[in-house]
């Protein structure tokens, strides 16, 4: 409950992030696979606006329950390791105020429900070791498919724990019919996304070889571990006192494999330049793991001793919670973000984004602002054209982040549906770029119109995104007047390329 209810003081804050635009846009265009993500997804999000509505609450309702319930299985985690009371306290309570579960688990998007399905493969595993009952194996490939429909990551997490259990004692696990018949069980799940891959060009080894180049690359060995070193704050000690006692305690020698796995998957992400949050889902295991080490260090001390533990691994990282949950409107937050940059070297970390430079404030609270603005000044332009015009106008965005947002707010404006050659919308683009008038959102501000401006009669800018602490100031919004036949010929081409990729 007080994770659900750290959730509910933060979630109606700020705006809908970047991400949370495309997989909502999702739930009007569902299928069994999208250029970024599998599907499940999409179905969450069709179940979200038919049921909450399309508010910011509303979209972070699934989210919310399922970082509930990856506190809930790391508690019942740490009981199968043999904790107690305490054991659990420690473990849930570290995980709900590190950094790196307050930041991930309220977002709309595929990360907490990666999660949730990692820490449900965990639990299931150890209850098997703990019960020998086959029925866990089947439920365990439930959940390994289900996850494959959420996101691929599943797949490295999954190979690691086998290849952990292949190189521990326990490797006796694998020689097991039923191990093959919960292999088929999430292959069977997994089979249709599959499919859909085939049949568009395998277009997730594109996403992740152009993620490679935009994004990972740039992420050093040496960043990455510093990262995950940093990313639970204080509880830190508590997950790492976890992997040393499943690798080294005889109390958790069946378990060791947990810890094989971490390793594995650690190093597979450090070697491949993964980002941090990637390995977020492997975590809860250490905690619960944490959790029984120091039950055992402190079984011999009364309450005072352990109630001390407790708030010495979880009340320094309140300091650091409104840096990476909106529990405080955006002016406190700038508040605190000024005093935090002014008083501690640390909290540059907070605020370095992708492109490795500091700013005003975190990259994803910058990716939830200016939104409406850059929205309202799409209206703008449309209710510059007459009607005659505007039934001749076709609306396009640079990134899915704007068409996202122009899609949540085409009914608020009554505007047309957005195109966009950018992530999943290329897949329900429309075949010509054929009309007469287009209003044009560059995410360059401008810069992008210079490649193309000679296929125009003319254009025309009517604004751009001014607010300063957003990740999409300078968009610039544009009418395009009469484009000719090289633009048209431009866009379908740059369509068909994209569709086969």
Excluded at 59 to 88: D, H, N
Excluded at 143 to 170: C, E, N, P, R
Aim: proline share 3%.
């Amino acid at each position: 409950m007080i994770k659900i209810g750290l959730n509910l003081l933060a979630i109606a804050h700020f705006g809908f992030h970047r991400d949370e635009f495309l997989h909502l846009v999702l739930a009007d265009h569902l299928d069994w696979g999208y250029k970024e993500v599998p599907p499940f997804i999409a179905l969450l999000a069709k179940i979200t606006i038919s049921i909450f509505g399309n508010s910011v609450f509303a979209a972070r309702i699934f989210p919310t329950i399922a970082g509930g319930f990856i506190i809930w299985f790391t508690g019942q985690i740490t009981v199968e390791l043999g904790g107690k009371r305490f054991a659990v306290a420690l473990a849930c309570l570290a995980l709900i105020f590190s950094p790196a579960f307050a930041a991930s688990d309220y977002l709309f998007q595929p990360v907490v429900f990666d999660q949730l399905w990692w820490v449900l493969a965990v639990w299931l595993l150890v209850k098997y070791c703990n019960t020998s009952s086959v029925k866990y194996l089947y439920f365990l490939g439930m959940a390994v498919g289900v996850g494959m429909l959420t996101k691929y990551s599943m797949a490295f997490f999954t190979f690691s724990l086998l290849f952990g259990i292949l190189i521990s004692k326990q490797r006796k696990m694998l020689f097991n019919r039923h191990i093959l018949g919960g292999a088929l069980v999430a292959l069977l799940i997994w089979l249709p996304n599959i499919i859909w891959q085939f049949q568009h060009h395998l277009p997730v080894f594109t996403h992740m070889s152009t993620l490679q180049k935009e994004q990972l690359d740039y992420i050093q060995p040496f960043d990455y571990i510093k990262q995950e070193l940093m990313v639970n704050g204080i509880a830190l000690f508590v997950w790492l006192t976890g992997f040393i006692f499943l690798l080294f305690s005889f109390r958790l020698h069946k378990f060791q494999f947990l810890a094989i796995a971490f390793v594995l998957i650690f190093t597979f992400l450090l070697v491949m330049h993964g980002k941090s949050y990637y390995l977020f889902g492997a975590y809860p295991m250490l905690f619960a793991a944490g959790g029984f080490g120091f039950e055992r260090w402190l079984k011999a001390s009364g309450y005072t001793i352990r109630g001390l533990t407790i708030a010495l691994f979880t009340i320094p990282n309140l300091i650091l919670l409104p840096l990476v949950l909106p529990i405080f409107s955006l002016n406190q937050t700038l508040a605190i973000f000024r005093y935090m940059h002014d008083h501690t070297t640390a909290f540059r970390f907070a605020v370095t984004w992708e492109d490795h430079k500091e700013h005003a404030t975190t990259q994803d609270y910058a990716d939830m602002l200016g939104w409406d603005e850059m929205a309202a000044k799409v209206d703008s332009a449309w209710k510059t054209l007459t009607p005659e015009q505007q039934k001749h106008t076709q609306i396009y965005a640079d990134n899915y982040g704007e068409a996202g947002a122009l899609h949540h707010y085409d009914k608020q404006y009554n505007l047309p549906e957005v195109i966009s050659l950018n992530s999943s919308f290329t897949l329900w683009a429309p075949d010509n770029l054929d009309g007469e008038y287009i209003i044009y959102v560059d995410d360059q501000g401008g810069g992008n119109i210079n490649s193309f401006k000679s296929a125009l009669e003319s254009y025309r800018k009517i604004g751009e995104v001014e607010n300063p602490l957003a990740r999409e100031k300078g968009t610039a919004v544009f009418i395009l007047v009469h484009p000719k036949k090289g633009l048209t010929d431009r866009y379908s081409k740059e369509l068909a390329r994209k569709r086969l990729e």
